[in-house]
């Protein structure tokens, strides 16, 4: 390679604008169909369990607390999640889905990815009842 025409190509790119993105200054949009955090609706939920046991990598746990009152708490760990959208696929009730808003989901301590989601006094339930012992709760069958 000459030097004329290394020295174009310089002269050329240092009149350009840069093709990189200014990702933390300016948000890049997502598409419409792109798989972010988790979501959970415990209202429309029936404690099936279909979604937590075909997730792939267990990320997923539904706790029934009572299922006569329709009490349940999801407990969804996001750093063994594949993000690939088959516990959506397997709700019947349509009571989970994927943000495509909420994608940036990084954290520096580990506690920040396991999500619980449920109505408050569910979830002060659960964990009052397994506050007194120091094992986790298991996971329904």
Sequence with gaps: MKIGSMFKDLLTSFFKKPITELYPFERPDVAKRFRGKLYYDPAKCTGCNLCSKDCP???LE?????RAAKKFV????MDRCTYCG???QSCKFKCMGMSN???ELAALN???FEVVYGRDEDIATLLAKFSGNKTEPAKPE
């Design 101 to 103: 808003e909420d994608w």
């Design 110 to 112: 580990k506690e920040a």
């Design 86 to 88: 088959q516990c959506i």
């Design 57 to 59: 990598s267990d990320a």
């Design 74 to 77: 999801a407990r969804y760990h």
């Design 62 to 66: 539904i706790i029934i607390l009572d």
